[in-house]
């Protein structure tokens, strides 16, 4: 997903000693009355390119207040954060840079029929496996594996905000 800052911006961020950019984000979930995962995963609309909702940082914010604004403008969710990142992945289409997406867990406690980007972007709860089935991208898919095979990111809440 493409950040609201332009490319031309972006590449003039980048400084030569660190020519990777850093973007926030984070993986929306939530339980079933089953008790099982879903995550919440974006594409542009009439396209099928799914990931997490993440984007580069505005002035004076803070990675946890970049990611939580990035999960509301583009998948209009709101929710508690964790603390801390749960970790990262390499990402090419986010900037005009190679870039490294850091990711918060968001546990959501509600859902906006009307969000920012909803004429721009869609959205859709899968359960994890099918998560990893659908995005392309090969650190977001190694990123969501590893968090598959163990639950424990999904169990008892962190600390949150």
Request: a positive charge; glycine letters at 10%.
């Amino acid at each position: 997903m493409r950040s609201a800052m332009s490319s031309a911006t972006a590449a003039a961020t980048a400084t030569p000693a660190n020519l990777e950019q850093k973007l926030y984000g984070v993986l929306p979930w939530r339980r079933t009355k089953r008790g099982e995962i879903k995550v919440l995963l974006v594409a542009p609309r009439g396209g099928e390119h799914w990931s997490l909702p993440s984007g580069l940082p505005g002035n004076d914010r803070t990675p946890r207040q970049t990611a939580m604004s990035e999960a509301f403008e583009k998948a209009g969710v709101v929710g508690h954060l964790d603390a801390g990142p749960i970790g990262s992945y390499s990402s090419q289409a986010a900037a005009p840079s190679p870039c490294v997406v850091e990711i918060y867990r968001l546990k959501v406690r509600g859902t906006l029929t009307n969000w920012p980007a909803s004429t721009r972007c869609k959205r859709r709860w899968f359960r994890l496996d099918d998560a990893i089935q659908v995005v392309s991208n090969a650190g977001l898919k190694q990123l969501l594996a590893s968090i598959g095979g163990n639950e424990t990111p999904f169990g008892a809440d962190r600390k949150a905000a």
